[in-house]
């Protein structure tokens, strides 16, 4: 089981950037699909982006062409880019991690497909 520590939240000024990190640790960083959510108050947990071992790239519509996801597997790591934010962008964000297995899956945006989920990082943006 791979465990997760998210790191880089904080607050910024509407139009600017963040870059969130999660750190991951554990065996065969390169076997998991790597997501990230967010969880507004009052709000269900939300899906923003994916990416596969293979580097194949998935986003939300509300980021798309504002967030990069990334992954860097000799460091563990994947990456949330963050450019552009705007005031309904604050949210808890989170990393997941679910094993690739041999099936090409398709809800790579359903939390209850991961198999791991890290603590979470307050992104805050003031208008």
């Known amino acids: 089981q791979v465990q997760l520590v998210e790191s880089g939240g904080g607050l910024v000024q509407a139009g600017g950037s963040l870059r969130l990190s999660c750190a991951a640790s554990?065996?065969?960083?390169?076997?998991?699909?790597m997501g990230w959510f967010r969880q507004a108050p009052g709000k269900e947990r939300e899906f923003v982006a994916h990416?596969?071992?293979?580097?194949?790239?998935y986003y939300a519509d509300s980021v798309k062409g504002r967030f990069t996801i990334s992954r860097d597997n000799p460091k563990n790591t994947a990456y949330l880019q963050m450019n552009s934010l705007k005031p309904e962008d604050t949210a808890v964000y989170y990393c997941?991690?679910?094993?690739?297995?041999?099936?090409?899956?398709?809800?790579?945006?359903?939390?209850?497909?991961?198999?791991?989920w890290g603590q979470g990082t307050q992104v805050t943006v003031s208008s």
């Open positions: 990416i596969r071992w293979s580097g194949i790239l």
């Open positions: 997941a991690a679910r094993l690739q297995g041999l099936n090409f899956y398709t809800d790579y945006n359903v939390p209850n497909k991961y198999d791991a």
């Open positions: 554990g065996r065969s960083f390169s076997s998991y699909g």
